[in-house]
C-alpha cells in the first residue's frame, strides 16, 4: 500500500467509522459537539483572548454588556476572559486524569484476572478497598497535607492523585472480563498457535476491553472534573486566578459576605456544568464504536 | 509410521468446589490413559460429555499439564521442550475447537486473525505476502472471493463460514497434527458432511494426523473410517480399534450400548437388536467413582471381580478392550 | 457466612487503610510537617522547645522521638480509643466536635439518599418499560442532565438564586435559632425548611445516576427467561413488575450504595458549608479555612468509617436478598 492509502484507510478506520457511529445515536451526537466547541476553545480561545489580570476597582461586579459579555468580576477584570483561560487546565487534568485511571485500572485488572491465585486476592482486596473509601474525602486530606509540604503541585501531580480515587470500578470490570475471556475456546487456539503471552495479552483480551476502556475514560474524566474544580473551590489547591474551581471559590465567598452579581456564579457554574452535560451525553454512545456490528454496517 | 504424538500413562486430576473453608474434591478427568497417534493417521475420540474426552485433547495440545504420565512429541516430552524444540512442537499441534461463534475473537476482523501465525513462523517474508497467502487459505476452506471476508468481523457471519475459517487458521501452519473437538457438533446437520469433507480432503492433502473428538458414533465412523476409534469412559480408554471393527463388532460392553443407543431409522430393526440391557441409567459421580471397572456398576455383564480389580487395555481380536470378559 | 465474614475484613481493612494513610500523611510527607509545627509554636508563640513538642504530640497523636513502628501503633491505638486528638481551635477533643454535628448530616443524607433512590428506581422502571418512547428519551436527557451536575455547584446556584437573590428559603443554619427545640411542630417544620435546599442540591445531582442504572437494571430483567415464563403463564402485571422485575433489578443497584454515599459525604463539605448547615461537611470546611488540622483529618476518618460501615450494611442486606450470594458464592 502507498503512504496515501495507508492513511486514508486510518482515518477511515479510526476516524471516520467512529464518527459515523456516534452520529447515529443524538445525544452522543450533542455529546461529541459541545466537548468539541469546548476543546477547540481551549486550544485557539486563548490566542484570540487576551487575559488582563490587573484590577480596575471602579470597573468591579460589572453586568454583562458588549465591552464584557460575561460581565465583571470582584475586581473589575473579564469574567468571559477567565472563563476562555480556564478551560485549558480543566481539560489537561481531565485528561490527564482519566488516562492515569484507564492505565491503573486496566493493568490492574489484567493482572489480576490473568495472573489469578494470590497476586489475584491481593490486587482485589486492595481494589476492594479503594471502591469503598469515598474518594472526594481521600482526595481532600490528602490535598491538605500536600499544600502544607510546600512540594510543587504540578497538573500531573494532581492528575495523579485524581486517578488514585477513580481506577478501581474500572479494575474489577475488567478483571471479570479477563475471567470470562480467558476461557474462551479462540484464547486456546492463539496460544495453541504459539503467538505468546503478549499477543494474548495486547491483541486478543485488550481488544475486547476497549469498551469498558472507553467508558471508563469517559466517566473518570467526569469524576476529575468533579474533583478538580471542587478542590479549587475548597482552595485546597494553589489559587490561579481564571480558573473555573477557583472562580467558583470566589463567587462562593462573595455570596455569603457582600455579595456579588448572578453573572459571577452562573458563568463558571454554566462553564463546569455544560462540560460535564457534553461528557455525559458522549460517554453514553462511546462504547459502541468498538462494536463490530456497527463498525460493519 | 513414526507415532507424532503419544499420551503415556497420562492422568489429570482437576480440583472442584475450592474455597477457604470448605474441603477440597478432586476429580480424575483423565486416569491414567495411553494413546499415540501416528503420522498421517485419524483418531476418533468417542463417549459422553464429561467423559474426559476433551481434556485429553488438551493435554495432547499442551494446553494444560498433566497431572501424572507424559506427552510426548516424536519421542520427546513435550513439558521438558525449550526454545526452538518447543516452538516446533507449537507450530505442529493445533486446534479446532467445537463452536465456531467463539473460535474466533469477535472483536477482530477476520484478517488480523488469520496473518500473525503466518508472521510469525515466517511462512511468510511480510505483510503483503502474508494477505496473499491467508486469501489462499480462504479459497482452499471454499470462502470465494477471499477478500470479502477479511474486513469482516464474526457476529454476521454463519456457524458453517466461522468453522471454515477456524479451519483454514488452524492449517495455516502447516501443522502435523490437529485436535478437532467435536468441529462439527454446532453446526447444522445439512453443513456437517460438507465440513467433514473439507477437513477429509486436506488432511489427505498435508498428512495431517488428526485427534478428532466426538460424541456421535455416526460421525465417527464417517471421518475416521480409514482411521481408528477409541472409546472413553469416565476418564479411560476401553476401547480401540479400526473404526470398522469397533462399530460392526464392538467388544466392550460400554461400546455395545453406546452402538445401541444410536437410533435406526427402521423399528422392525432396531427392535430385533438384540442387545444387553443397562443395569442402571445412573452416570456415577466423577468425584467418587466405583471401584474396579468403572462401568460395573451400570454393565449388564458385571462379575465380582469387575468391582474389585481395574481392568487392563489387552489386545483381543485384533483391537484393543478393557474389560474383565475377555 | 463466608461471604459476611470476606465483607466484614475488607470494611475493617478499608478503615485500617484510611487510618494508615492519615498516618503516612502526618509523619512522612515531604518536608516533616511536625518538625515544622514545632519549629512554628516555638517562633510565633515564644514555646520553649519541650513545651512545643509536648503541644504538638498531643495535637497530632505523633511523638517524633520514639521509634517508627510505636509512633504507628500508638496512633492506631489513640484512634481506636476514641482519642482522635484536640482541634487546633478551641481545644476540645476532636471526636466530641464532630459526634456532635453528626445527627445533621445523617439526617440529611439519610433523607437525601432515600428520595433519589425512590425516585430513581420508580423513575428507571418507567423509562425501561417505556424505553424508545419519547417519554424514555426525555427521561434519559433529564436524567444524564442530573448525573451530570456537580452537586456544589447546584449547591451554589440554589443558594444564590432560591435563598440569597429571591429569598424564598433560608439561607443559613439548619433551624431558626429563636425556636426552641423539642418534639413541636413549630421545630419540626422550621428543621424541614432549612434542610430544604441542600436536600434539593443533593437529591437533583443523584437521582439521575439511580435512574439510568435501574433503566439499565430493568431492561436486562425483562429479557430474563423467568420473566416472559411468569407473563406466559398469567402472572397479574403488577405482580410480575414488583416480585419478579423491581426485585431483581434492584439487588444490582447495591453494588454502588458506597460510591453514591461518598460523593454525598464529599457534597456534604460544600454544601453544608455554603447553607452554614450544622453538620460535619461545616464543621470540616470550617477546618479545611482555619488550617484546623486535627479537625480535618478526624473529619476524614469519620466519613470513611460512616461510609464504611454503612456500605457493609447496605450489603448485609444485599445477601439477605439475594440468596446467591448468601449461599457463599462469589460475586464478580
Request: charged fraction near 15%; charge should be positive.
Amino acid at each position: 500500500m502507498s503512504k496515501g492509502a495507508k492513511l486514508k484507510s486510518f482515518l477511515y478506520e479510526h476516524i471516520y467509522i467512529p464518527l459515523r457511529i456516534l452520529a447515529k445515536s443524538k445525544t452522543s451526537l450533542v455529546g461529541l459537539i459541545i466537548v468539541s466547541v469546548y476543546v477547540v476553545m481551549a486550544i485557539v480561545g486563548p490566542m484570540i483572548v487576551p487575559l488582563d489580570l490587573t484590577p480596575h476597582r471602579e470597573k468591579r461586579f460589572m453586568p454583562p454588556s458588549l465591552e464584557h459579555p460575561l460581565g465583571t468580576d470582584f475586581a473589575g477584570r473579564d469574567i468571559f476572559a477567565q472563563i476562555v483561560h480556564g478551560g485549558p487546565p480543566v481539560l489537561r487534568v481531565a485528561f490527564l486524569a482519566a488516562f492515569f485511571t484507564v492505565l491503573l485500572g486496566t493493568v490492574i485488572g489484567i493482572a489480576s484476572g490473568y495472573i489469578g491465585g494470590k497476586v489475584d486476592l491481593v490486587l482485589m482486596s486492595f481494589t476492594d478497598i479503594f471502591l469503598t473509601i469515598p474518594g472526594f474525602p481521600l482526595l481532600m486530606i490528602i490535598a491538605v497535607w500536600l499544600m502544607q509540604s510546600r512540594l510543587p503541585v504540578t497538573e500531573p501531580i494532581v492528575a495523579l492523585l485524581l486517578s488514585i480515587t477513580s481506577w478501581a470500578g474500572l479494575a474489577r470490570a475488567i478483571r471479570s472480563q479477563v475471567l470470562a475471556i480467558k476461557k474462551e475456546p479462540y484464547i486456546e487456539v492463539v496460544k495453541c498457535l504459539g503467538l505468546g503471552r503478549f499477543h494474548v495479552i495486547f491483541k486478543e483480551i485488550l481488544p475486547n476491553m476497549m469498551p469498558y476502556i472507553a467508558i471508563n475514560f469517559m466517566l473518570s474524566s467526569i469524576g476529575a472534573i468533579y474533583a478538580y474544580t471542587g478542590l479549587l473551590a475548597l482552595g485546597l489547591l494553589p489559587y490561579s486566578p481564571g480558573n473555573w474551581g477557583a472562580m467558583i471559590h470566589m463567587a462562593q465567598a462573595y455570596t455569603g459576605t457582600i455579595g456579588t452579581g448572578w453573572w459571577y456564579v452562573l458563568a463558571p457554574s454554566m462553564a463546569i456544568i455544560i462540560l460535564q452535560i457534553g461528557l455525559v451525553f458522549l460517554s453514553s454512545g462511546i462504547d459502541k464504536i468498538f462494536n463490530p456490528r456497527l463498525r460493519e454496517e | 509410521m513414526s507415532v507424532t504424538i503419544e499420551a503415556r500413562e497420562v492422568t489429570k486430576i482437576f480440583p472442584v468446589a475450592k474455597g477457604i473453608f470448605s474441603k477440597k474434591h478432586y476429580i480424575r478427568a483423565v486416569d491414567r490413559v495411553s494413546l499415540g497417534i501416528r503420522e498421517n493417521e485419524i483418531v476418533a475420540l468417542v463417549g459422553e460429555s464429561g467423559c474426559g474426552k476433551s481434556t485429553l485433547g488438551r493435554l495432547l495440545l499442551g494446553l494444560i499439564k498433566p497431572t501424572e504420565g507424559k506427552i510426548l512429541y516424536m519421542g520427546k516430552d513435550i513439558w521438558s521442550l525449550k526454545g526452538r524444540e518447543y516452538e516446533e512442537f507449537r507450530r505442529n499441534a493445533q486446534l479446532i475447537p467445537q463452536d465456531p461463534y467463539s473460535a474466533l475473537n469477535p472483536m477482530k476482523n477476520i484478517l488480523s486473525q488469520l496473518t500473525p501465525p503466518l508472521l510469525k513462523y515466517k511462512i511468510a517474508r511480510n505483510r503483503k505476502e502474508a494477505v496473499k497467502r491467508a486469501a489462499e487459505l480462504l479459497e482452499l476452506v471454499g470462502l470465494v472471493p477471499p477478500e470479502d471476508f477479511f474486513k469482516r468481523f464474526t457476529c454476521r457471519l454463519s456457524g458453517g463460514q466461522l468453522q471454515r475459517i477456524s479451519i483454514a487458521r488452524a492449517i495455516s501452519v502447516q501443522p502435523k497434527f490437529i485436535v478437532a473437538d467435536e468441529a462439527v457438533s454446532m453446526l447444522d446437520a445439512s453443513l456437517r458432511i460438507e465440513i467433514l469433507d473439507i477437513l477429509l480432503n486436506l488432511q489427505r492433502k498435508f498428512k495431517t494426523a488428526y485427534l478428532f473428538i466426538t460424541h456421535d458414533l455416526a460421525i465417527a465412523r464417517y471421518f475416521a473410517r480409514e482411521g481408528r476409534t477409541a472409546i472413553m469412559y469416565l476418564g479411560n480408554i476401553v476401547e480401540i480399534g479400526e473404526t470398522e471393527n469397533v462399530i460392526q463388532k464392538p467388544l466392550h460392553p460400554y461400546t455395545q450400548v453406546l452402538i445401541q443407543a444410536v437410533p435406526v431409522p427402521d423399528p422392525d430393526l432396531a427392535a430385533k437388536r438384540g442387545l444387553p440391557k443397562l443395569r442402571s441409567l445412573e452416570i456415577p459421580s466423577l468425584i467418587n467413582p466405583p471401584p474396579g471397572c468403572k462401568f460395573n456398576t451400570r454393565c449388564p455383564y458385571a462379575e465380582k471381580i469387575c468391582e474389585e480389580k481395574v481392568p487392563e487395555l489387552r489386545e483381543v481380536k485384533g483391537r484393543l478392550v478393557a474389560c474383565h470378559l475377555y | 457466612m463466608r461471604w459476611i465474614v470476606k465483607r466484614a475484613i475488607i470494611a475493617l481493612l478499608t478503615i485500617w487503610t484510611a487510618f494508615t494513610i492519615t498516618f503516612v500523611l502526618i509523619r512522612l510527607m515531604p518536608g516533616n510537617f511536625i518538625e515544622m509545627m514545632i519549629l512554628y509554636y516555638m517562633n510565633t508563640y515564644g514555646y520553649s522547645e519541650e513545651e512545643a513538642k509536648e503541644l504538638v504530640y498531643a495535637l497530632y497523636n505523633v511523638n517524633l522521638d520514639e521509634p517508627i513502628w510505636k509512633q504507628y501503633l500508638d496512633f492506631i491505638t489513640k484512634l481506636l480509643q476514641g482519642n482522635w486528638g484536640v482541634t487546633y481551635c478551641s481545644r476540645a477533643p476532636v471526636l466530641d466536635c464532630l459526634l456532635y454535628a453528626l445527627p445533621w448530616t445523617v439526617f440529611l443524607l439519610s433523607i437525601s439518599m432515600t428520595i433519589s433512590f425512590v425516585i430513581g428506581i420508580g423513575l428507571g422502571m418507567f423509562m425501561a418499560y417505556r424505553r424508545g418512547g419519547l417519554f424514555d428519551g426525555a427521561c434519559s436527557v433529564i436524567s444524564s442532565i442530573s448525573s451530570a451536575i456537580p452537586n456544589f455547584i447546584l449547591g451554589l446556584l440554589l443558594l444564590y438564586f432560591l435563598a440569597i437573590q429571591y429569598p424564598l428559603f433560608p439561607a443559613r443554619g439548619s433551624y431558626d435559632i429563636t425556636i426552641e427545640p423539642g418534639f413541636t411542630l413549630e421545630y419540626v417544620s422550621s428543621v424541614l425548611y432549612h434542610a430544604f435546599l441542600p436536600m434539593m442540591a443533593y437529591v437533583l445531582t443523584s437521582f439521575g445516576g439511580w435512574a439510568l442504572a435501574m433503566r439499565g437494571s430493568t431492561i436486562r430483567v425483562l429479557g430474563e427467561d423467568y420473566v416472559i415464563a411468569a407473563e406466559a403463564r398469567g402472572l397479574k402485571s403488577r405482580r410480575i413488575t414488583w416480585t419478579y422485575v423491581g426485585r431483581n433489578a434492584i439487588l444490582p443497584l447495591f453494588t454502588s450504595f458506597a460510591i453514591s454515599l461518598g460523593y454525598m459525604f464529599g457534597g456534604s463539605v460544600f454544601i453544608e458549608s455554603y447553607f452554614a448547615y450544622t453538620g460535619v461537611g461545616q464543621v470540616i470546611g470550617l477546618a479545611l479555612s482555619f488550617r484546623d488540622y486535627p479537625l480535618i483529618q478526624g473529619g476524614f476518618l469519620l466519613i470513611i468509617t460512616a461510609v464504611v460501615v454503612s456500605n457493609f450494611i447496605a450489603e448485609l442486606l444485599y445477601g439477605v436478598l439475594d440468596p446467591r450470594i448468601r449461599r457463599g458464592g462469589g460475586y464478580e
